[in-house]
């Protein structure tokens, strides 16, 4: 039988617990779940993709049917040329409906009707994170224990440092 191949992709900067919570509910929906990092070279990022895929694979370790790639250009175009059936979102609320349909449809578009976009729904409790916000709270020295994977935090912090370390020979 074919290979059941899913896509979760996203930008992951950095990886928080509900695109955790999202990668292992998917990952029970399929053979193999491809967990895909943008390339996206006009966004200023915290961490580099290399980076990225990094801390996503130290926290999916222990989820035997992850792999972690990075791809660039159209998702449309991954899909099609890796075989995937399924891309996977996370709904956190009706805030994210808007743009996650006029993206689903375009990608229907763009890649015709052997591949579907399955929504699922955010657990409760990861309803109000992004990769965004942890960014800022953390910026502020706010409180992001339980929002993103110890691994995670201490990376942050060792970026903070290396930032503040330049600032000083500035
Ligand atoms: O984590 P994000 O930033 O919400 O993920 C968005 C992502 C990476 C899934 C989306 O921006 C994407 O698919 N980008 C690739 C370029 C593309 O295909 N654009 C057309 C989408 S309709």
């Known amino acids: 039988m074919k290979e059941r191949k899913m896509l979760y992709a996203g930008s992951f900067d950095p990886v928080t617990y509900g695109h955790l919570d999202i ?3 998917g990952a029970r929906l399929c053979d193999t779940l491809v967990v895909g990092v943008l390339r996206n070279y006009s966004k200023a990022a915290l961490f580099s993709v290399e980076e990225r895929m990094g801390l996503l694979r130290e926290a999916t370790a222990d989820v035997g049917n992850v792999v ?3 791809f660039e250009g159209l998702l449309a175009n991954y899909v099609k040329q890796n075989g995937i059936c399924v891309v996977i979102r996370g709904l956190r609320a009706t805030w994210d409906f808007d743009y996650e349909i006029q993206m689903a ?3 229907a578009r ?3 009707n052997e591949v579907e976009t399955v ?3 955010t657990d ?3 309803s109000f994170v992004s990769s965004s916000i942890v960014k800022e709270v953390f910026s502020l020295n706010g409180e992001i224990d339980g929002l993103v994977p110890p691994r995670v ?3 942050m912090e060792a970026k903070r440092a290396a930032q503040q370390r330049e600032q000083v020979r500035e």
């Open 124 to 126: 409760p409790q990861h």
């Open 119 to 121: 929504f699922l729904m």
């Open 105 to 107: 449809q375009m990608n």
């Open 68 to 70: 972690v790639d990075s």
């Open 153 to 155: 935090i201490a990376a």
């Open 23 to 25: 990668i292992r509910r």
């Open 110 to 112: 763009l890649y015709g």
